[in-house]
């Protein structure tokens, strides 16, 4: 709402933990380095701009991947006489690959149900898998899980990768991917509230779920696993019905 002088900044980054969360560290090595940008950028008030860069790969850069960010703060990136400054800060990815000798390696190191073992008493039914990435450029995985019931019979295709995540070199990502979409519920909840939520999301029985993926030009990776749904709650009053028709069939046969 207001005229806003900007101040750059470039910063290298690589993965933090399993999330795909960016770290990212200040340095006058790697793509950080190649990039030119204007130190200052002035916007006007409601005003769009393009902001230009270059990036300047040397001839000896390593074949890959190369990631760093371009920032825009409300305020100069080092401050004199050990000031402390507060600004908005907001940064733009950039993920570029050296063209040379690239290595696809990695693949799915694990794939099981979020909450452990094999069981579970409805849906939504969550399922992790890690993805380890041993090359040299990002992997991003592309494939589907495909769950199938006792008979074999396809019941569901999932996405594995819906929001297009990439994995980093020498890193491992995690992936989340829900079979359901009712929101689970609390175990707070009343015991009548599990019937009408089975009803409402019912599975029963054993299910195999494969998850197949292809990365890069010629990777691929999969991995499978078991599970068994049993809706217990839903169950219960099932056989609790069985039984008082069974009583009042008895009583009429007589």
Not at 78 to 83: N, T, Y
Not at 148 to 169: Q, Y
């Amino acid at each position: 709402d207001a005229d806003q002088v900007f101040y750059t900044s470039v910063e290298n980054f690589e993965a933090q933990g399993e999330s795909g969360t960016p770290s990212f560290t200040p340095g006058k090595e790697g793509l950080a380095s190649w990039v030119t940008v204007p130190e200052t950028v002035t916007i006007k008030r409601g005003e769009k701009i393009k902001v230009p860069f270059t990036i300047n790969a040397p001839l000896d850069a390593d074949a890959g991947g190369h990631f760093a960010a371009i920032f825009l703060s409300t305020q100069p990136p080092a401050v004199k006489g050990g000031e402390v400054s507060v600004g908005a800060k907001v940064g733009m990815l950039m993920l570029i690959k050296v063209s040379g000798d690239i290595k696809e390696e990695g693949g799915v190191i694990s794939f099981a149900l979020k909450e452990g073992g094999h069981f579970a008493t409805t849906l939504p039914i969550d399922f992790v898998y890690r993805f380890n990435n041993n090359g040299n450029d990002r992997a991003k995985p592309v494939g589907n899980i495909t769950i199938r019931n006792t008979f074999g019979i396809t019941t569901e295709t999932l996405d594995a990768n819906p929001t297009e995540g990439n994995v980093l070199p020498s890193s491992i990502r995690r992936f989340d991917i829900r079979w359901g979409e009712e929101e689970p519920l609390p175990a707070s909840a009343s015991f009548f509230s599990f019937v009408k939520y089975e009803m409402r999301n019912f599975a029963m029985g054993i299910y195999f779920a494969d998850v197949s993926l292809s990365f890069g030009a010629s990777g691929k990776t999969d991995s499978s696993l078991y599970f068994v749904v049993v809706p217990w709650h839903l169950l219960v009053i099932i056989l609790i019905l069985c039984f008082f028709v069974f009583l009042i069939l008895s009583f009429v046969l007589r």
